[in-house]
């Protein structure tokens, strides 16, 4: 009796019982606004249905992922994650298979589900430009790589990952059905056209500042942050012609030791309720189906999924299996 009244005074004094820490796991993402979503959306509402409790980490980092599975460490039981990664890590074992008897499927659009992802939300890059800031706004990705007929700093995405690539080689007069397989030689010689101009931005924020002070009065950016800026008051254009979409996707890293948690977290994640709520606070699509019709009109007629008419769906497929040989070249012509 003695020695269990100990181990229960340890157990208040550090904070931790049996309970509590079986009830725990975490979720990881990129951090700013969408995380904000995603946890009062996710994560706060799945910890009332389910009493399971979603810490927060991030940002998302490939590198860490497989140096934990690796090390049979996994800290991280759910990450939201590029497509294209989500594709080639689960190709090299770093992912647990999803479990498809807990999570439903069926309302999910099929592009963004494979045995070991199903999409978080999908975005577009399009063309965002300051109305206030220059005489004209570019239209499309040709006007955007036009420095004569609209001259100034443009912003681009710096990393590597689908979106700047397709948008060099659709500003060239590629035609969008023969975009893949990526002619490389031909979008950085594109790029070199227009590099001195380039502002790039690493994340949605800065982006949204680039913009917003004019330092860069038009570029390419991630739909949603446009939609935010332009509520903030910002006289924002956007341009959906040749939108080019990409997707997030929900990820569990192999050997979670909360493998039933992270797939209840991800049911209840692509839901559609949950996926409407992560659509109405963030501007980016929803990947259930069924969302649309629980939203609001207004809102879900301004999301990617209603441009069609010109959109272009980024090759998820293609990016993982190019993935490490595009990265090596964009990141060797950058620091040139």
């Known amino acids: 009796m003695k020695s269990k009244t100990i181990i229960a005074s340890l157990a208040v004094l550090l904070g931790v019982t049996g309970q509590s820490f079986a009830a725990d796991m975490v979720f990881t993402s990129w951090g700013g606004t969408t995380q904000d979503i995603q946890k009062s959306a996710w994560a706060d509402k799945f910890t009332a249905k389910e009493g399971i409790n979603v810490l927060q980490d991030g940002p998302t980092d490939y ?22 990664y989500a594709i080639q890590a689960g190709s090299q074992g770093l992912l647990e298979k999803l479990d498809f008897s807990i999570i439903d499927k069926s309302a999910l659009d099929p592009r963004f589900v494979t ?3 199903v999409g978080s939300f999908y975005y577009s890059f399009v063309v965002g430009c300051n109305k206030d800031a220059v005489a004209a706004c570019p239209k499309n990705w040709a006007d955007l790589f036009d420095t004569k007929a609209f001259p100034g700093k443009r912003a681009f995405y710096k990393w590597s990952a689908p979106g700047v690539i397709e948008a060099a080689l659709l500003a060239d007069g590629v035609a969008a059905d023969k975009l893949y397989p990526l002619d490389l030689d031909r979008a950085f010689k594109k790029l070199d056209s227009i590099k001195a101009d380039i502002i790039w931005w690493t994340g949605g924020a800065q982006s949204q500042q680039l ?13 949603g942050r446009l939609t935010a800026l332009a509520a903030t008051g910002v006289n924002v254009e956007t341009s959906w012609d040749q939108n080019i979409t990409a997707a997030d996707a929900l990820v569990v890293p192999k050997g979670t030791k909360n493998k039933e948690a992270a797939m209840k977290f991800i049911a209840f994640a692509t839901s559609p309720e949950a996926q409407a709520e992560m659509a109405a606070g963030t501007g980016y699509a929803p990947t259930n189906i069924k969302s649309p019709a629980l939203m609001d009109p207004a809102i879900a007629k301004t999301l990617p999924d209603q441009q069609t008419a010109s959109q272009i769906n980024a090759d998820m497929a293609y990016w993982a299996e190019h993935r490490d040989e595009i990265g090596e070249r964009w990141y060797a012509w950058q620091a040139k």
């Open 211 to 223: 913009l917003a002070s004019a330092e860069a009065p038009f570029g390419s950016f991630w739909n």
């Open 63 to 84: 590198g860490k992922i497989k140096a934990m599975v690796e090390a049979n460490g996994v800290t991280w039981d759910v990450v939201d994650a590029e497509g294209d």
């Open 115 to 117: 045995d070991y992802s």
